[in-house]
């Protein structure tokens, strides 16, 4: 589908054309504003940024960099407390993640899931579980990579029970690869706590104490991708701490922004901060713009009942979600999340995914319905995800599934 539609502003989980025609965007962008459009006290801190100073080097910001980090690191996982502010994208952060990972151990080798996505670089291209994002720079990919099952206990590629009965093949497939097809250097493993782009896909309960206990035989550092869950999506400010990740570096990027402002960050145990400042940092890497987005960021976040708040709507929002798969069930094959990050798996009569439809019903939301949604593995997936803003209320809550409803209603 061609989008022919324009936008000029924005509020809360609103867009407004040039006709001020209102849309809904139930898709908080690109996952990345994570307190929706124009929220009022990070565009004031940001006009005061801009009118006093917009950049400097890196080499002059390092005292606001550093009361951002700590303001982070304050509610990271207690073993997390060290971390590096020299990035303004996911995909840099993660291919900082494995530098530091590669230089720590001195090994080069990456093990990541199927259907996971790290970003969009030409690294973090070859280190993402899908083969439709590489097969245009297959003679310009080098990285020593490893796939392995994802957690997909939907469609669980051992035909398997389900956990913890299958004894975690998808996890256990780690020890195949390193023995048989590695090249003797697994220097890391780089994982989403809840595959994103791959179909908002959640690892069973004891999965991840498995790969913690892999990783530590194997002496693997374990890297957890947060960009998209990072900074409340889940309801919690990290989902390695909810799901007792354990990991040794978590990357962080998208909501840390705010409202759209790029930043990132990697942060990890002190051990793992071995980088020299020339080894990884960018022009725009810490910008007075991407600190001050962040730190009110975090403040607002931080504040008592805000990520209560997420947790509770999000519960009324899987429930509503819950409801459309029993009333649409022939469509609908699944539904998971938690938090304000859902996704819905479409299938056909037999249960297969059905790509076809999928993408049908994001384009027939956005033309008849002024709802903004975003499908699984960019377009060849049959998910459709559903993440409104933090912000976003149980009155906005209910008026996106609403018209969730009208529009199975349709189909």
């Known amino acids: 589908m061609s989008i022919n539609v324009q936008f000029t502003k924005g509020s809360g989980i609103r867009l407004y054309t040039p006709e001020k025609e209102e849309y809904l965007d139930a898709v908080s962008g690109t996952f990345n504003l994570a307190l929706g459009y124009s929220y009022p006290e990070l565009v004031d801190a940001l006009k005061n940024q801009v009118e006093e100073l917009i950049h400097v080097s890196s080499s002059f910001t390092g005292q606001l960099a550093q009361e951002v980090l700590d303001s982070i690191l304050e509610h990271a996982p207690e073993h ?58 297959s003679n310009t990919l080098v990285t020593q990579n490893g796939i392995v099952p994802a957690p997909y206990c939907y469609r669980c590629p051992y035909s398997a029970k389900g956990a913890p009965g299958c004894g975690y093949l998808c996890a256990e497939a780690i020890y195949d690869h390193a023995q048989y097809a590695s090249n003797g250097n697994v220097s890391c493993l780089i994982l989403e706590p809840i595959l994103g ?25 374990l890297i957890a991708d947060e960009v998209q869950t990072g900074i409340g999506r889940t309801g919690y400010m990290f989902a390695s701490e909810h799901y007792d990740i354990q990991p040794d570096i978590i990357t962080l990027a998208k909501g840390l922004g705010g409202i759209g402002i790029p930043a990132a960050a990697i942060i990890y145990r002190s051990e793992f901060a071995v980088l020299e400042k020339f080894e990884h940092s960018y022009t725009s890497g810490g910008n007075l713009l991407s600190l001050t987005a962040s730190q009110k960021t975090m403040e607002v976040v931080s504040r008592e009942g805000f990520l209560e708040n997420v947790r509770e709507n999000g519960k009324v929002l899987g429930s509503l979600l819950l409801q459309l798969k029993e009333k649409y069930g022939h469509v609908i094959g699944d539904v ?10 479409i299938v056909d009569r037999e249960g297969a995914p059905d790509v076809k439809l999928t993408n049908r019903i994001i384009d027939t939301a956005l033309e008849e319905h002024n709802l903004i949604l975003r499908g699984s593995r960019y377009g060849f997936g049959n998910v459709v995800k559903v993440r409104p803003a933090l912000t976003a209320t149980l009155d906005d809550i209910e008026e996106i599934c609403a018209r969730l409803d009208k529009l199975f209603s349709q189909l």
């Open 197 to 221: 782009n791959g179909g908002n896909i959640i690892p069973p309960e004891g999965y991840f104490e498995r790969i913690r206990k892999i990783c530590d035989e194997l002496d693997i550092v």
């Open 336 to 345: 998971r999340g938690i938090g304000y990050m859902w996704g819905m798996e």
């Open 80 to 137: 997390i407390t060290d971390g590096w502010m020299r990035d303004i994208i996911g995909s840099t952060a993660n291919e900082g993640a494995v530098k530091i990972a590669n230089k720590y151990n001195g090994k080069n080798e990456v093990i990541s899931l199927s259907l996971s996505h790290h970003g969009q670089t030409l690294f973090a291209t070859s280190i993402s579980g899908n083969a439709f994002r590489r097969k245009s720079f």
